[in-house]
C-alpha cells in the first residue's frame, strides 16, 4: 500500500439531491448514503453542468464544457483524444477500473481505464441524435415518453434491474480481487449505477420499504399556460406530457418507485462500504458519491430532467476522506466538472491547465459562496444552446429564441418568480446577460451543434445499412486463468485468491 488513497467513486443515475435526506429530504431510506454523508462533507450546492446522462459525464470525466469538447448530448462522439481524470490518474500511478454505465459513445469504450467489467446499459452509436432543425419532431422509439409515469410500481426484473444487479455483483467482486492483488499501486474504482433513473418500476423489498409512508406529491403543481416557459413547454411535448393524462395515484406511484430504487442503489453503496471494511480498506480509500443529474419527478408538471430547474440540475456530492477532511458540510457552489480536478487532488496527481473546473478540497477550510458556476445543455428538448450561470442566491438562464430566466433562490427556492422583466432587478438581468455574451460564442456553437448533428445523422443512417459493426463494449473473460486450471498450480491458486 502506497501513502496515496486509493479512491472509489460511486455514483447514482438520475439522483436528485433535494429528495436525500442528507439534502433535507424527509422520505428516502437511505441509510448508507445517510452514512457517507455523517461520515465526509456534503457539498450542498452541486450542479451538473449538463442536465443529461451522456454530456453530464463527458464533462464530469473532462473537467471541461461540453462546447469545449465538442460532445453536446446522448449521442455525441466522447472523443479519444479528450483526456479524463482515468488517463490522468493513469499516468500518475494509479490502476483505473470502471463497473457500471459511463454512456461512452464512440469506438473508444475505455477512455483511460485500463479495465471495464460491463458493457454499457446505452448504445455507443450516432442513433441518439437530436434534430434541431426539425423542433416539432420526436423519436418515439427513443425519447423518454410518459410510459414510465403512467405504468409505475413493482416489478421483481426489468431491464434497469438487470444492469444493476450486475453491476453491484462485479463491483463487489473487483473490490475483493483489489484486496487480494499483487499490484502495489493504489487503486481508482468508478462504479456506476443506472437507478433511480427511470423507468420507475422497483422491486418489492424496495417498495414494501414505504409501506404506510406518505409520499408527497410534487411542491409545485404543474405550470401551464401563459405561465409556462418555452422550454419547459417544448420539454412537454418532447417527454408527451402535453398529451398524457396522469393521475395522482399514478404521480405517487411514480415517486414511490423512485424512492424504492434510491434505496436499492443505497443496499449496494452499503455492500461496498463493507466490502471495504471487511477488507480493512476503508481508512485508505476515499468515497465519492455523485449522480449525473437530478430528476423533475413530476415538479412543475415536468419529468426526468434537460432543464436548470433545481430537481433536474442539482446533484449529490459527498467526499469521504478518513484522515484527510474532516466530517461537515461546505456551501461553495460547485459542479461534475470539479470532480476530475479533485480526485487528481486527492491522488496526488498534478493537474493541466486546461480543466474548466477546480478542485473543490480547498473550498472545505476555505468557503467562497460566492463562486460562479455554469451549465449548458445542447441536447434534444432545446432548439438552440441553453446557458445557466448560478452565482450568490442568483440563478439565471439564456437561451436565443426564449426570454430570460432569472431567479432568487434565497427568497424564492422553487423558482416560480422569474425577474429577469422585473424592473427592479433589470441592472442583473443585463449584467447576467453581457457575462453570458463574454463567457461563451453563442453563435458559433450553435452553428457547430446543429452541424454537429446533421453529420451524424448522416453518418447514422449509412451505418444502418448492409453489415452492422457495433462499437458497444464487448468485456471478455479469459476462462483459461480463472479458477483452477493444469498449468497453475493449486496451493498457489488457493494461497493467492483468499482475503
Known amino acids: ?38 461520515e465526509g462533507v456534503v457539498f450542498d450546492r452541486a450542479y451538473s453542468n449538463s442536465p443529461l446522462c451522456a454530456p453530464a459525464r463527458f464533462s464530469m470525466m473532462s473537467g471541461r464544457l461540453n462546447s469545449a469538447i465538442g460532445a453536446y448530448d ?14 490522468y490518474l493513469r499516468a500518475g500511478g494509479y490502476q483505473t477500473s470502471l463497473v457500471g454505465k459511463m454512456h461512452f459513445v464512440g469506438p473508444d469504450q475505455l477512455h483511460g481505464y485500463e479495465e471495464r467489467l460491463t458493457t454499457d446499459i446505452y448504445p455507443a452509436d450516432f442513433g441518439w441524435t437530436p434534430n434541431w432543425d426539425d423542433p416539432a419532431g420526436r423519436f418515439d422509439w427513443w425519447f423518454h415518453n410518459m410510459d414510465s409515469v403512467v405504468g409505475a410500481g413493482v416489478a421483481d426484473v426489468s431491464n434497469q434491474l438487470d444492469y444493476d444487479d450486475e453491476v453491484g455483483f462485479r463491483a463487489v467482486r473487483k473490490l475483493r480481487d483489489l484486496a487480494r492483488t499483487a499490484d502495489e499501486r493504489p487503486w481508482h474504482l468508478t462504479v456506476s449505477f443506472t437507478h433511480p433513473h427511470d423507468p420507475y418500476v422497483a422491486r418489492q423489498e424496495f417498495w414494501d420499504l414505504y409501506d404506510g409512508v406518505e409520499i408527497g406529491l410534487p411542491s409545485t403543481p404543474a405550470i401551464t399556460g401563459a405561465d409556462l416557459d418555452p422550454h419547459s413547454a417544448r420539454l412537454r411535448h418532447v417527454i408527451a406530457a ?33 466490502t471495504l471494511e471487511r477488507h480493512d480498506m476503508a481508512d485508505d480509500t476515499v468515497v465519492v458519491f455523485t449522480s449525473d443529474h437530478g430528476d423533475m419527478l413530476g415538479e412543475r408538471g415536468l419529468w426526468y430532467k434537460m432543464n436548470f430547474f433545481e430537481h433536474s440540475a442539482r446533484i449529490p456530492f459527498v467526499v469521504r476522506a478518513p484522515g484527510r477532511l474532516s466530517p461537515g458540510r461546505a456551501t461553495t457552489p460547485i459542479t461534475l466538472m470539479d470532480l476530475a480536478p479533485t480526485l487528481l487532488d486527492l491522488g496526488e496527481v498534478p493537474a493541466p491547465e486546461q480543466f474548466d473546473g477546480a478542485s473543490v478540497l480547498p473550498f472545505v477550510a476555505e468557503p467562497d459562496p460566492g463562486r460562479t458556476v ?8 432545446a432548439v438552440a444552446p441553453l446557458f445557466m450561470i448560478r452565482r450568490d442566491d442568483w440563478k439565471y438562464v439564456w437561451s436565443r429564441p426564449d426570454p430570460p430566466q432569472l431567479y432568487d433562490l434565497g427568497t424564492d427556492p422553487a423558482e416560480l418568480v422569474n425577474l429577469a422583466e422585473d424592473p427592479e432587478h433589470r441592472g442583473v438581468a443585463e449584467a447576467f446577460a453581457a457575462e453570458i455574451h463574454d463567457r461563451w460564442d453563442v453563435a458559433t456553437i450553435e452553428a457547430e451543434v446543429r452541424a454537429d448533428q446533421r453529420a451524424r445523422r448522416d453518418v447514422d443512417r449509412a451505418m444502418r445499412q448492409g453489415r452492422f459493426e457495433s462499437w458497444d463494449f464487448q468485456p471478455v473473460a479469459d476462462a ?20
Open 74 to 87: 446522448n449521442a455525441s462522439e466522447f472523443a479519444a483524444g479528450v483526456p479524463t481524470f482515468a488517463h
Open 374 to 381: 455554469v451549465g449548458e445543455f445542447l441536447g434534444e428538448g
Open 480 to 499: 483459461s486463468e480463472q479458477y483452477m486450471r493444469n498449468h497453475l498450480d493449486l496451493n498457489d491458486v488457493e494461497q493467492r485468491r483468499r482475503a
Open 242 to 274: 402535453d398529451v398524457t393524462d396522469v393521475t395522482v395515484d399514478q404521480i405517487r406511484a411514480a415517486r414511490r418507485a423512485y424512492f424504492a430504487n434510491i434505496s436499492y442503489v443505497d443496499r449496494w453503496i452499503g455492500e461496498l462500504f463493507g
Open 1 to 38: 500500500m502506497t501513502d496515496r488513497p486509493n479512491i472509489l467513486l460511486v455514483m447514482a443515475d438520475q439522483l436528485s439531491a433535494p429528495f436525500l435526506r442528507a439534502y433535507g429530504g424527509d422520505t428516502v431510506v437511505s441509510p448508507a448514503i445517510d452514512r457517507l454523508a455523517a
